[in-house]
Nanobody, 115 residues
Framework: QVQLVESGGGLVQPGGSLRLSCAAS????????MGWYRQAPGKQRELVAV???????NYQGSLKGRFTISRDNAKNTVYLQMSSLKPEDTAVYYC?????????WGQGTQVTVSS
């Protein structure tokens, strides 16, 4: 059974940093690309970043330079390091995996950027 469990969200002041984690199980993690998406209130879910099985990364253009996606295959975990956070980064952040045809989502972790 595929499971994706996010953690690390919370309340942070503008300009601050957070690191999100996604612990994966139920599939061969090292063989799969992993992604982070986010959904702000009243908006569609959008891609934040993707990391392939070989470690190549891709970011939503406006986030590159502030956000860094990484993975630890020994721990079956993908990370999202976020820095210089802005109020507009406030959203629920979701971990994503596509395993063959099916795709899977975590339950999400809330990130709120506010003073």
């Amino acid at each position: 059974q595929v499971q994706l469990v996010e953690s690390g969200g919370g309340l942070v002041q503008p300009g601050g940093s957070l690191r999100l984690s996604c612990a994966a199980s139920g599939f061969i993690f090292r063989r799969n690309a992993m992604g982070w998406y986010r959904q702000a209130p009243g908006k569609q879910r959008e891609l934040v970043a993707v990391i392939t099985s070989s470690g190549s990364t891709n970011y939503q253009g406006s986030l590159k330079g502030r956000f860094t996606i990484s993975r630890d295959n020994a721990k079956n975990t993908v990370y999202l390091q976020m820095s210089s956070l802005k109020p507009e980064d406030t959203a629920v952040y979701y971990c994503h995996a596509r395993i063959g045809v099916p795709e899977y989502w975590g339950q999400g972790t809330q990130v709120t950027v506010s003073s």
